[in-house]
């Protein structure tokens, strides 16, 4: 049986790991990213990184690498084009640098697409042949796995519901559109709609944090909505709202059998979930539709190493 070597390289942490055609992890290496230190520090802990684990078991055969790195990027080259939280990245030929280096044949694509790739093998959409898939942080990324496969599109940047535009008078988003749903759902928006509420005067048990001087966020604010805090639920009804309206918009163009969403913000649980599946229930277009499952999303912080290891296995069995 062969191994491959999966690599999660995100902006705080660079991960990995060894693992069986199944995805279970053999061995796991890490160490902080240090992404302030630009390009040439990453790579050589990127190396580190990995020839730790290659090394670190003897005698087996490693059929490739894969690698889920933060986008925009070229999976199909495998060039990391600008990722706002790299500095100093900017079509950084990744696969080829890995490559060199380890003499084995190397898959990069972006984290969030890797992710759902992960959950559709291994977490909550084992068994399904389609899915949607959201990760709701800071940001909003996501993956579409449609009859088995990743979708990739033309140039390889399919797959990002996070930049759709869900309310037109919505705010301008980084990617330069207009109300996102990263910009209306994403951890931000929750905090910043509760800041908006407290200066409009609505009560609210945060309003202490803010006269502290301390910035609000999104978890603050979800504490404070599991507690029953009007302002802090409010907030996150409304995120809910257009995560909803985000939701049926990708049921309605991809079909899934389901959506799973995962990320710091689906932690939320009931307060998040029930809103979409209301939503979805009231205005997809058919029962079929109407029925599809929203679920939380199973695999935690071992998704962005797993969805490497699933991309790596993808390439190689389509070789
Ligand atoms: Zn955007």
């Known amino acids: 049986m062969g191994y491959v070597v999966g690599v999660d390289l995100g902006g705080t942490q660079i991960r990995a790991c060894l693992a069986d055609m199944k995805g279970s992890i053999l061995c796991e290496a890490r ?38 790195s933060p986008g925009p990027l070229d999976p199909r080259t495998g060039v990391v084009i600008a990722p706002p939280n790299l500095p100093g990245w900017r079509n950084v030929p990744l696969r080829e640098i890995l490559s060199q280096e380890f003499g084995l044949p190397v898959y990069v694509n972006n984290d969030a697409n890797v992710a759902a790739l992960a959950e559709q093998r291994f977490g909550a959409g084992r068994g399904c042949s389609d899915i949607v898939y959201l990760t709701i942080s ?26 759709t535009t869900v309310e037109p008078a919505g ?13 209306m759902a994403a951890g931000p928006a929750i905090a910043r709609h509760a800041l908006d509420l407290m200066q409009q005067g609505q009560h609210s048990t945060l ?8 910035e609000l966020t999104a978890e603050m604010v979800g504490r404070a909505a599991q507690e029953g805090d009007d302002v802090a639920l409010q907030a996150v009804a409304r995120a809910a709202h257009y ?71 993808d390439r190689i069995s389509s070789l």
């Open 243 to 313: 995560l909803g309206i985000g939701v049926l918009n990708l049921i309605h163009i991809f079909d899934p059998d389901r959506v799973i969403l995962g990320g710091g913000v689906s932690k939320l649980g009931s307060l998040l979930f029930d809103p979409v599946r209301a939503w979805v229930r009231e205005h997809a277009m058919t029962d079929l539709q109407r029925e599809t499952p929203v679920v939380p999303a199973a695999l935690g912080d071992q998704v962005g190493l797993l969805g490497a290891v699933a991309w790596a296995m």
């Open 138 to 163: 800071t940001g909003i990324g996501g993956g579409v796995i449609s009859s088995g496969q990743l979708l990739l599109g033309a140039h390889g940047l399919a797959g990002e519901p996070g930049h």
């Open 171 to 183: 705010p301008r988003c980084n990617c330069g559109n207009v109300g996102c749903l990263e910009m």
């Open 31 to 68: 160490q902080p990213t240090l992404a302030k230190e630009g390009l040439q520090p990453v790579l050589q802990r990127m190396k580190e990184t990995i020839a730790q684990v290659l090394h670190g078991i003897s005698g087996i055969e490693v059929l490739g690498i894969g690698v889920g």
């Open 207 to 214: 309003w202490a944090v803010v006269q502290g001087g301390m």
